[in-house]
């Protein structure tokens, strides 16, 4: 991009960690403590990255469910940002973009039920509690906010797709600076409606594997401020971005892998780089057959020159949906930083059908000879949603 987008240190909270630096610990170093075992309404159990009820404090918001708890206390953790960015552009300046898609379904779901046994519905139920907006909504009311909040639900891209329209935001000139991420929560709708599909896996989650089974699911929320100037940050910006909605199949991928190939090609050509310049790919991964053979594909076709680092952060914090991508970009702003790579927790029988990445393991993640300038991040999402990020870091050496 000719104008760099500097992104905040984020604010992030799931089960790996309810804190940056906790959160990157574990997910560094493939620490699943935070995947368990949970039992469903119907009796049914499914291994979910769910954040520990005790970790989750009262949101103070008009209805503080648990997706607003998620989203608040990662919120609070890059105030200091928001108040300077309030500081400098004022309220009227500042947007909120946030991606999600299981909207307070604890409330609606008990709701429903009242409502089917009673003919109406409890009298502390709004229709607003299930509504897509209210995660925006939220952040705008918690910081007294003036510009536009726009809400994003493009299933696991959803997160990405609020960053990306937070920097057309500022690059269009409508705001100075955004309040850009993603929430969602691992309720029994979720667990539930994913097994239906077919697509949770009854053991924690083996991306790539020849043996993998299918997702484990997850919870979370992961924020930063975008800003035309640097607010806090430490040189880390959004260097690109690429969409594609290839629309194959509702729930499939295109096999092939093809709109994969192309949101990760728009994300380089926005970001004027090469991929020999990219050390680093956030895969999407998500442990189904289907996603991580045409996942492989694309990006073996992207980087056919040379085997770039690569892992999947979903075997640590589980597939995390709406907030998916906003978690990945937090991973990926934390290698720019300290020039540390993700391990990819995993069997290592490597599928044989598909094409072999070069997964990161110990070694490789302590002994990266590459400075590490720029990082891909990919979500591939229900639809052919697809969108790929790309962050860099300034003081090259």
């Not at 409330?107 to 709004?126: A, G, L, M």
């Not at 926005?270 to 990219?278: A, D, P, T």
Request: aromatic share 8%; charged share 20%; glycine share 8%.
């Amino acid at each position: 991009m000719k104008n760099k987008i500097y992104i905040s240190e984020p604010g992030i909270i799931c089960s790996a960690g309810t804190s940056l630096q906790d959160a990157w610990k574990n997910i560094l170093s493939g620490n699943q403590s935070g995947i368990k075992k949970v039992l469903t309404s119907t009796g049914e159990e499914f291994f979910a990255a769910r954040v520990d009820d005790e970790k989750l404090s009262s949101s103070k918001g008009r209805y503080d469910m648990r997706i607003i708890k998620l989203e608040n206390a990662a919120l609070e953790q890059i105030r200091a940002a928001v108040e300077k960015a309030v500081e400098m552009f004022g309220k009227k300046r500042i947007g909120v973009c946030v991606g999600s898609c299981d909207n307070g379904s604890e409330f609606s779901v008990e709701s429903h039920k009242v409502f089917f046994n009673t003919n109406s519905f409890p009298q502390n139920y709004n229709l607003e509690i299930q509504s897509a907006d209210y995660p925006a909504t939220f952040v705008k009311e918690k910081f007294s906010l003036e510009g536009p909040a726009l809400a994003f639900s493009t299933a696991c891209s959803s997160s990405a797709a609020a960053i990306i329209k937070a920097a057309q935001l500022i690059e269009s000139n409508i705001c100075d600076a955004v309040i850009a991420g993603g929430a969602d929560v691992a309720s029994d709708t979720v667990l539930l409606g994913f097994n239906s599909l077919e697509a949770v896996s009854n053991e924690i989650t083996n991306p790539f594997s020849a043996n993998r089974k299918g997702i484990t699911l997850g919870e979370g929320a992961s924020f930063f401020v975008l800003s035309k100037d640097r607010i806090c940050s430490d040189g880390i910006f959004l260097a690109g971005y690429g969409e594609s909605a290839d629309a194959y199949h509702m729930t499939s991928p295109d096999p092939e892998g093809t709109g994969a190939e192309t949101a990760m090609k728009n994300a380089l050509l926005k970001s004027e780089i090469s991929c020999s310049e990219i050390g680093y790919v956030n895969l999407h991964g998500t442990g189904t057959r289907l996603n991580d053979s045409m996942e492989a594909k694309a990006v073996s076709r992207i980087f056919s020159s040379f085997k770039v680092p690569c892992s999947t952060t979903k075997a640590v914090t589980g597939h995390t949906l709406g907030t998916a991508a906003a978690i990945e970009a937090a991973v990926c702003y934390m290698a720019l930083k300290t020039q540390e790579l993700p391990v990819q927790v995993w069997d290592k029988i490597f599928d044989k059908e598909i094409p072999e990445l070069n997964f990161i393991d110990n070694e490789l993640s302590k002994n990266n000879l590459n400075k590490i300038n720029y990082a891909l991040s990919n979500s591939f999402a229900f639809g052919g949603s697809n969108a790929s990020l790309v962050l860099g870091r300034d003081c090259f050496e």
